[in-house]
């Protein structure tokens, strides 16, 4: 007679694969920094019940911007905001609404914002993107660095 236990998501493998479990089911979150132009320059997988502002340095360390980081509220972090300065690059973040400090935002450089946005549309017009059907991060990964490529940097 077999023992049946169940598993947690780590001990299946799935944390290793970027997936996890949040309110909308089996996700993951694709992290990127972009240049000007909207264009992937880094890119990294978390499972989607991992917070957005834990790969942001990471990603920060890896591939440095040269002026500024243009980010939403969720990258609005004291820690961040203080290795972007320590580094000369001004942060372009808006404050939580439980911010006690307000901290000025350059109005007229987070319009850009967009650009990111319209970015990750353009990607999960590839339904291969939008649903994940890849089992493997690797080869997930892999999808959006060929059709960011081809979208972005060849097109």
């Not at 089911?25 to 320059?41: E, M, P, S, Y």
């Not at 340095?57 to 203080?82: Q, S």
Request: some cysteine.
């Amino acid at each position: 007679m077999s023992k049946h236990t169940a598993q947690h998501p780590a001990e299946k493998g799935e944390f290793a694969q970027a997936v996890g479990v949040s309110r909308g089911g089996r996700t993951t979150k694709i992290h990127c920094l972009a240049d000007a132009g909207g264009r992937i320059v880094a890119l990294a997988l978390t499972p989607g019940n991992i917070a957005d502002i834990s790969m942001a340095l990471p990603l920060l360390e890896a591939m440095r911007p040269t002026k500024r980081l243009i980010a939403d509220k969720a990258y609005d972090a004291n820690k961040l905001r203080t290795w972007l300065i320590q580094h000369e690059i001004e942060p372009v973040i808006p404050g939580r609404a439980a911010r006690d400090i307000v901290y000025p935002l350059n109005r007229r450089a987070y319009r850009r914002r967009n650009t990111i946005e319209r970015m990750f549309g353009r990607l999960k017009n590839w339904k291969r993107i939008a649903t994940r059907y890849d089992r493997l991060a690797i080869n997930y990964l892999a999808a959006i660095a060929l059709i960011a490529t081809t979208t972005q940097w060849l097109g």
